[in-house]
């Protein structure tokens, strides 16, 4: 009785020591967990703050270049990947040096420092245009288009299809980067003029259709909306095609739904077609009785 009377009892003081080495332990353990996890922020931190202090980090974060994506140290360490590379980018050694954050082995001249910057973006960009057809790459391409970083089809019967990046060229130096969109398969350019620096060989001609091979669903959703056109009218007429206001680039985006539309038959072609061999048969006719 009289135990269970002094562990009911708050004033006992046995038990307030207990309660007050139990509360102590605790907050020992609570601030030790605590140090724990500051400690491991402040290192997740620093190696956050590293990578981000890396050349390739950078570049691809700075304004006008985050159509690129970041290329792996891996793919770039690798000399498979860089075949040919070393005859189109002058100070090649540097600017791989730079890129992959090597110290120099012999210090740099400023007045060189320059061109080593613009050489290791050239070399950087076409060694992104080989990442990005690898499936690492589609995948992180693909991530972006998704979220519609690329911007949207301007045209009103696309209904805001996400465009992707390509360039005409493989070879540097020829044309700025391009957006393709593949519900009516036309190019425009960026309406922002900050990516018009970009050459279009960063992107390369293999990209788009590697990328719609990979990803089928993406040509599907836009056969909805495929074929579309505005048509012109006057008081609720339709303009004939041959007008001169008639839709002059209607054809363009008249692509057959399949192989049946492709291979259906005009019977005015026909006809032409019968009339062509008819001439054709009366020319060798006569050649022959000539010849005789």
């Known amino acids: 009785m009289g135990d269970a009377m002094d562990v009911d009892n708050p004033r006992n003081p046995s038990f307030d020591m207990v309660n007050h080495a139990n509360?102590?332990?605790?907050?020992?353990?609570?601030?030790?967990?605590?140090?724990?996890?500051?400690?491991?922020?402040?290192?997740?931190?620093?190696?956050?703050?590293?990578?981000?202090?890396?050349?390739?980090?950078?570049?691809?974060s700075q304004p006008g270049y985050d159509y690129f994506a970041t290329v792996y140290e891996d793919f770039i360490e690798d000399d498979f990947n860089l075949t040919g590379l070393g005859a189109l980018v002058p100070y090649y050694k540097d600017s791989m040096e730079l890129i992959l954050d090597i110290e120099p082995e012999e210090p740099t001249n400023l007045p060189n420092m320059n061109n080593i910057e613009q050489s290791a973006e050239l070399?950087?960009?076409?060694?992104?245009?080989?990442?990005?057809?690898?499936?690492?790459g589609l995948e992180f391409m693909a991530r972006k288009y998704e979220c519609k970083h690329f911007g949207v089809c301007?045209?009103?019967?696309?209904?805001?299809?996400?465009?992707?990046?390509?360039?005409?060229?493989?070879?540097?130096?020829?044309?700025?980067?391009?957006?393709?969109?593949?519900?009516?398969?036309?190019?425009?350019?960026?309406p922002n003029s900050r990516y018009h620096h970009i050459d279009g060989a960063f992107f390369g001609t293999s990209?788009?259709?590697?990328?719609?091979?990979?990803?089928?669903?993406?040509?599907?959703?836009?056969e909805p909306r495929r074929g579309k056109s505005f048509q012109l009218t006057l008081f609720g007429?339709?303009?004939n095609e041959k007008?001169?206001?008639?839709?002059?680039?209607?054809?363009?985006?008249?692509?057959?739904a399949n192989q049946e539309e492709l291979e259906v038959d005009d019977p005015k072609d026909d006809a032409n077609l019968t009339k062509l061999n008819d001439n054709s048969d009366n020319n060798s006719a006569m050649s022959i009785s000539v010849h005789k």
């Open 23 to 60: 509360n102590a332990s605790a907050n020992a353990s609570a601030n030790t967990s605590k140090d724990k996890f500051t400690r491991y922020e402040e290192s997740d931190a620093t190696s956050d703050s590293d990578d981000s202090e890396s050349w390739i980090s950078n570049f691809c």
């Open 123 to 136: 070399l950087y960009g076409l060694i992104h245009a080989r990442f990005i057809v690898t499936r690492q």
């Open 154 to 190: 301007p045209r009103t019967f696309c209904e805001g299809t996400s465009l992707l990046p390509t360039g005409r060229h493989d070879l540097p130096g020829y044309e700025s980067v391009r957006l393709y969109c593949p519900c009516c398969g036309d190019l425009y350019v960026p």
């Open 207 to 222: 990209f788009v259709g590697l990328f719609l091979q990979m990803f089928p669903d993406v040509l599907k959703e836009c």
């Open 237 to 239: 007429f339709k303009i």
């Open 243 to 256: 007008s001169k206001a008639g839709p002059r680039m209607k054809w363009l985006r008249d692509v057959p």
